[in-house]
């Protein structure tokens, strides 16, 4: 067998050039489900409930300096995504303003 046959011949795990009656391995999962359950799952007023609180967690690290919106999720413990979507809630309130450089401050 050719250098370039040898290659195939091992990741098809026969040991030699596929035939017509070559035995393949069936295929493993490349990964097992073991996702937690998205966070909309849950009633919408279980939804609302987890929304102010994240709301009102954010609120209570903010004052009128700047702050870091990256330091802040992280340090709080909460996803950028999630963040995102609580922090954008809290500016279209009025709540919080955006300054250069990803900071944010309180109103």
Not at 27 to 54: D, L, N, W
Request: contains cysteine; aromatic residues 2%; negative net charge.
């Amino acid at each position: 067998m050719g250098p370039l046959g040898a290659g195939c011949a091992e990741c098809s795990g026969t040991g030699g050039p596929p035939s017509a009656g070559t035995r393949r391995r069936p295929a493993s999962p490349v990964f097992e489900e073991t996702a937690p359950a998205p966070h909309g799952s849950g009633s919408p007023a279980e939804e609302a409930g987890r929304q102010k609180s994240i709301c009102a967690r954010i609120l209570a690290r903010l004052n009128l300096s700047p702050t870091d919106e990256d330091a802040l999720l992280r340090d709080l413990g909460i996803p950028a995504a999630e963040g995102a979507q609580e922090l954008l809630a809290l500016e279209l309130g009025g709540e919080v303003q955006r300054s250069g450089g990803g900071f944010i401050h309180r109103n």
